[in-house]
Every structure is written in C-alpha cells, then in structure tokens.
T-cell receptor, first 115, second 115 residues
Framework: GENVEQHPSTLSVQEGDSAVIKCTYSDSASNYFPWYKQELGKRPQLIIDIRSNVGEKKDQRIAVTLNKTAKHFSLHITETQPEDSAVYFCAADLITDTGRRALTFGSGTRLQVQP | DTAVSQTPKYLVTQMGNDKSIKCEQNLGHDTMYWYKQDSKKFLKIMFSYNNKELIINETVPNRFSPKSPDKAHLNLHINSLELGDSAVYFC??????????????FGPGTRLLVL
C-alpha cells in the first residue's frame, strides 16, 4: 500500500518559538489531510485538517499548508507553549494494502517545548 | 458524556488466551474503526465497519475477529494471543460512510500486554 512520510521524528524548541512538521504522501487522488495530537497515555485528538481544494487553513496558533502538486503538507505551530508538547501525527486518505481507501498515518513527531 | 468509550482500559493476559475489547460510540456515527498502535507509536488501521457492514479488513491475522452488533458498537475478539499482539488498540468513529475522508474520533485506547 501507499504511505505517508513524516519528518522530523523528534523536534525540540524553546517556548515561544515556532515548530514545523512536514509530511509527504504518494497518492495524487488523496483528498483529506488531518493532523492529530497525542499526549502521553492519551488518545489521538484532531487539531486541524485540510482538504485538497484548499491550500492553507489556520486556527489560532496552528496552521496547515497543502501543496497538492508536490504532494506534501505541513503543520505550523507558532508561539509554542509547554502544553504543546506531545506526539503529532499527520494522516492522508490513501489506498491500503487491500485496495481500500483509508486514513493512513505518518510515523509521528515528538515535539518537546522547553520552558 | 463520553463520545467514544472502550473497555477494558488495561488488559494483561497470558500467551494463548482469548480476549475481547469492547467499543461504544454515542455520536450517532455510521462508521467505526479499530487501530493498533505499537510500541514505536505507529498507528495502523485494522478494520472498519459502516452500519454493521465490514468495509475495511487490512492484513490482520485471522485470530482477530471484529463484530458489530449495531452501528454504535464494535468489538474486537482476539484468539490465541501472542507476544506480538501487545500494543494499544484504539477504537474510532466517523460520521458517514467515506472511511478515511472524514474526521475520526478516537476512544481512550486499550493497553494490551501479553506475557
């Protein structure tokens, strides 16, 4: 099946700095690109998503950009705070090993915000 | 008021045993999923049901058998547990039938440890 590549695997920033996480995908027919935040021992929770007919979406300190031609999308967090520390997952709707379209997750980025 | 709930939260069992995990959602969603998150935090879809019908069945050993008695419930039964089954299993749900192209809401996870 197709996959989603996510970089970096770990990211450490100082409080107040910006953080950027990047993902690439392989299926040009993909249409839906969510980002999930998972705190230690907790469930993944949606923080923002974008669809293929939009190039950028913003929600307060969080923004996502999508480049369909290059097949990559990015998460931008500005003015980071210690509570932003978590693992972030990108995802895209891709064709799986069994030929079905399903949400496929990247391998995660562990973000550490240093106070 | 929990949207997606799972039981049990923790499951410690011996190799070779059979165990079940239950999931319920009160969001009125039509589609439910099972994901496996391994020790490296990689999140991978296993199954998906839409209105009690199996629509995604990824490359998962036959020892795993999902069952959906109604669209609000999705259970996972695992036979002959193996060490490699140790992981966190997440249930999720989404509103319509476009699996992979809609917001998914995750349950709290079931931490399975096979000894």
């Amino acid at each position: 099946g197709e996959n989603v590549e996510q970089h970096p695997s770990t990211l450490s920033v100082q409080e107040g700095d910006s953080a950027v996480i990047k993902c690439t995908y392989s299926d040009s027919a993909s249409n839906y690109f969510p980002w999930y935040k998972q705190e230690l021992g907790k469930r993944p929770q949606l923080i923002i998503d974008i669809r293929s007919n939009v190039g950028e979406k913003k929600d307060q300190r969080i923004a996502v950009t999508l480049n369909k031609t290059a097949k990559h999308f990015s998460l931008h967090i500005t003015e980071t705070q210690p509570e932003d520390s978590a693992v972030y997952f990108c995802a895209a709707d891709l064709i799986t090993d069994t030929g079905r379209r399903a949400l496929t997750f990247g391998s995660g980025t562990r973000l550490q915000v240093q106070p | 008021d929990t949207a997606v709930s799972q039981t049990p939260k923790y499951l410690v069992t011996q190799m070779g045993n059979d165990k079940s995990i239950k999931c319920e959602q009160n969001l009125g969603h039509d589609t439910m999923y099972w994901y496996k998150q391994d020790s490296k935090k990689f999140l991978k879809i296993m199954f998906s049901y839409n209105n009690k019908e199996l629509i995604i069945n990824e490359t998962v050993p036959n020892r795993f058998s999902p069952k959906s008695p109604d669209k609000a419930h999705l259970n996972l039964h695992i036979n002959s547990l193996e060490l490699g089954d140790s992981a966190v299993y997440f249930c999720a749900s989404s509103q319509g039938g476009l699996a992979g192209q809609e917001t998914q809401y995750f349950g709290p996870g079931t931490r399975l440890l096979v000894l």
